[in-house]
């Protein structure tokens, strides 16, 4: 199942800049094995904002919140969730 995701990220101004450091060190290892993984299949940062656009192909919704919810980041993060289904316009044949 494919979801288009946008996540905005709202790091308290009060958190210390180690701590911060830590968590976005802690995400990016993450998403970059659920990327080698195939579940999370693009990741596009959205330009001025602390937020970005991905398409994640996990099997169930209850998989998607699971994963993100293991986020580091996710106790900060405002995120809305879309599921996609295949247009029968499309001409990928291979993006299901």
């Not at 999370?40 to 994640?56: D, E, K, P, T």
Request: glycine letters at 4%.
């Amino acid at each position: 199942m494919l979801f288009h995701v946008r996540m905005h990220v709202n790091l308290p101004p009060a958190m210390h800049a180690g701590q911060a450091a830590i968590l976005k060190q802690e995400e990016k290892e993450l998403a970059q094995r659920l990327q080698r993984e195939g579940k999370w299949r693009h990741l596009w940062r959205i330009a001025g904002q602390y937020a970005n656009v991905s398409v994640f192909d996990v099997g169930s919704v209850d998989e998607l919140h699971a994963l993100l919810t293991s986020l580091p980041l996710f106790p900060y993060m405002q995120i809305e969730v879309m599921p996609l289904c295949r247009h029968p316009s499309s001409i990928r044949d291979n993006d299901f």
